[in-house]
């Protein structure tokens, strides 16, 4: 009897386990306002073991480009830098806690002329980057109603952002019959850092169900997120407190150790009644996944913003690396 039981058990976790792949990329929101606020990465589904612990170092630079001064009431110039440092601890085969460390900075940046030649290459539209010059930084936004107009220059440049984290995350299924893969997980995050911080003090709590499931060397990857924040301001702009994101990504294993991801990202839009700062950014990301030596799994990504311009990141690359033990 312990030998089917044990071995019933195998099963199971060699199901659960081949249900996830290497996974998406561990790639927060990178869109203009949302830099501007926290913001909470999606969890899906993992299958770190019982007492193993998981180190993750990743890496996002972007370009922000959103071009509003015809109408006078926005332009963003500058690039950001995100960069998150995270311990996971497996409590058991199905619960597992975590704890992150965000920084992001901003900075005049180097991607300008890159990305004004890839778009005359390709004959697109530079909504006004030719007119201005390369790699320089500015923040400016107009709120309506009489509001103060927030103008910055180089002198905001640096770390503007920096949080911690902490999340449980469980595994209600294991994949094994007909439904797929099923997590959840909760998530607390306090905005840290110096006075010139602009989330310093700000709180986050987020909840996420997330599902995963595996059709031969495919993976699909689905998760919703709901968080709420207690800042009600930023940079003057009335901002949302609840807000509600999706993640969809599918995952090739074209290779014995390594994979192709394609991953898509809706948040909601961040400001209350602020022109394309309250629509729903849309980023997508294509990337590539290997496992360098056994528990050692490298990405590395590009971003896109194919669907909303002025309220996504114009472009940007993503590098990361998470090891078990």
């Not at 195998?10 to 949302?34: D, M, N």
């Not at 950014?281 to 360098?292: I, M, Y």
Request: aromatic letters at 10%; glycine letters at 12%.
């Amino acid at each position: 009897m312990t030998t089917v039981a044990t071995q019933l058990e195998s099963q199971v976790a060699e199901t659960y386990l081949s249900q996830v792949g290497l996974g998406p990329l561990h790639l927060a929101s990178q869109s203009p306002f949302q830099s501007l606020r926290l913001g909470l990465v999606q969890q899906a589904p993992s299958a770190l073991e019982r007492h193993q612990i998981e180190v993750r170092v990743t890496g996002s630079w972007v370009n922000q480009w959103s071009n509003g001064l015809e109408r006078g009431t926005f332009f963003l110039d500058y690039e950001t830098l995100a960069m998150t440092f995270g311990l996971t601890f497996g409590l058991t085969d199905r619960l597992q806690l975590a704890v992150e460390l965000e920084e992001r900075s901003r900075f005049s940046g180097s991607m300008d002329s890159l990305i004004v030649g890839f778009h005359d290459a390709f004959g697109l539209k530079q909504d006004g980057r030719d007119g201005l010059p390369n790699d320089s930084f500015r923040i400016r936004l107009a709120p309506d109603g009489g509001e103060p107009i927030v103008d910055l220059g180089p002198e905001a440049s640096g770390s503007f952002n920096r949080t911690i984290a902490l999340t449980l995350q469980q595994t209600l299924t294991c994949g094994c019959g007909r439904l797929p893969l099923i997590s959840y997980a909760v998530t607390g995050r306090w905005g840290a850092g110096g006075e010139d911080f602009e989330t310093r003090g700000a709180v986050d709590l987020g909840l996420s169900v997330a599902a995963a499931r595996r059709w031969g060397r495919w993976h699909g990857y689905f998760t919703m997120g709901f968080s709420r924040s207690t800042r009600e301001r930023l940079l003057g702009i009335d901002v949302r407190r609840s807000q509600q994101s999706m993640l969809g990504a599918l995952e090739w294993h074209r290779w014995p150790r390594a994979s192709l991801v394609l991953q898509w990202l809706r948040s909601q839009g961040s400001a209350r009644d602020f022109g394309p700062f309250s629509k729903s950014s849309n980023e997508v990301s294509l990337g590539w996944k290997k496992e360098l030596v056994r528990d050692g799994v490298l990405e590395i990504g590009i971003i896109e913003n194919l669907v909303t311009f002025e309220n996504s990141p114009d472009f940007g690359f993503h590098l990361g690396y998470a090891h078990r033990f």
